[in-house]
């Protein structure tokens, strides 16, 4: 083999397998083919998904799937897709253009700034989306929701909640004795 072939293939190896020692998950390319551009996708724990503590930070170019029984925080940072499930009282932080599509437990907070976020919750969940990003929250008992500075929300109370429209925000809720959404602004409740 030429050195620049077996350097490029060394190259190569490091970054697929180089961060196999974050926590042993797997590293492919997604459906995207032979895409350079196209984001790896990871495990967390696992290369592109470090773990420092309890808090897993999904890596630039990363789409990183979230599994239950993990960190109970996870930052998904500009340049990641971050989707999958955690547990009860977990954290997941979507900022700087990140999509993010995730199911959480109860006592859950979540936020979403300047992302694409879909969010399930359980129950007394707080959800935050500012900063123009685009939400759709559908949140359980007890749950406080809230869409500020210039953010698109959808929620959707599956029993009571509270939900916050501000900051030339555009909002919807539904409660679930409506058959439908209903536009609105500054404070409504679901009983």
Do not use: K, W
Request: glycine share 14%.
């Amino acid at each position: 083999m030429s050195r620049p072939a077996l350097i490029h293939t060394f190259t190569a190896s490091l970054l697929l397998f180089g961060s196999a020692g974050c926590g042993g998950g797997t590293t492919t390319p997604t459906d995207a083919g032979d895409d350079a551009s196209a984001p790896l996708v990871s495990t967390c724990p696992g290369p592109g998904c470090a773990v420092t503590g309890t808090i897993a930070v999904c890596s630039v170019g990363f789409a990183c799937n979230i599994t239950p029984g993990g960190s109970q925080d996870f930052q998904c940072g500009a340049g990641t897709t971050c989707t999958g499930m955690c547990g009860n009282s977990c954290d997941i932080e979507c900022t700087g253009g990140a999509t993010c599509e995730v199911a959480t437990g109860d006592s859950t907070s979540s936020s979403c700034d300047d992302s694409m976020c879909t969010i399930t919750t359980g129950d007394s969940a707080t959800y935050d989306c500012t900063n123009g990003a685009e939400c759709q929250v559908t949140a359980g008992e007890g749950s406080s929701l809230s869409c500020d500075t210039g953010s698109t929300c959808t929620f959707v109370c599956t029993s009571t909640c509270s939900a916050q429209c501000r900051g030339d925000s555009t909002c919807t809720i539904q409660c679930p004795s409506d058959t439908m959404a209903q536009d609105f602004t500054g404070e409504v409740s679901c009983e």
